[in-house]
């Protein structure tokens, strides 16, 4: 699958960062959720790893996240997870366990006093950056600041 840009709304990033922060020293992650190549809804779930160099998603609550998402009609277009103390790029173990080449993969690194987002497609153990756009609200978007590329 290729995806040449995708949109994120701006209160999506914000309760992506309040649940990453939160989660501190470990990692926060969840699943974002819209239509098309639009995110407009981001679910956070537990991290069962409990960890601040790897995560998973709790089962109950992520089975939970998949019906209300069914029930709203949204299609899952993503995960999303913080790096507390690295870049926002996947590591080998993201890389080597990522299986949805069809869903954008995203990092939140929390490692400076600013927040970096980053967004990629991971197939065949390859990583490819993708660009995003920072969207304010459904009918309107602004490039307000694109995704870091590495």
Not at 99 to 124: D, F, G, V
Request: with cysteine; charged share 20%; glycine share 4%.
């Amino acid at each position: 699958m290729t995806i040449s840009q995708i949109s994120i709304q701006a209160h999506v990033i914000r309760e992506i960062q309040g649940h990453c922060l939160r989660q501190l020293p470990q990692e926060g992650c969840g699943i974002l959720a819209g239509q098309k190549k639009q995110i407009t809804c981001f679910f956070s779930i537990p991290n069962q790893d409990h960890s601040p160099d790897t995560f998973s998603f709790e089962p109950r609550t992520y089975l939970d996240t998949i019906r209300k998402m069914r029930t709203k009609k949204l299609d899952w277009l993503g995960v999303v997870h913080s790096h507390p103390e690295t870049e926002p790029y996947p590591s080998s173990l993201d890389i080597a366990n990522w299986h949805y080449p069809e869903l954008s993969y995203w990092i939140l690194s929390l490692k400076s006093q600013r927040c970096r987002l980053s967004a990629y497609i991971i197939q065949n153990g390859h990583v490819t950056p993708i660009p995003y756009r920072i969207a304010t609200n459904r009918y309107e978007e602004n490039d307000l600041d694109r995704g870091e590329q590495q």
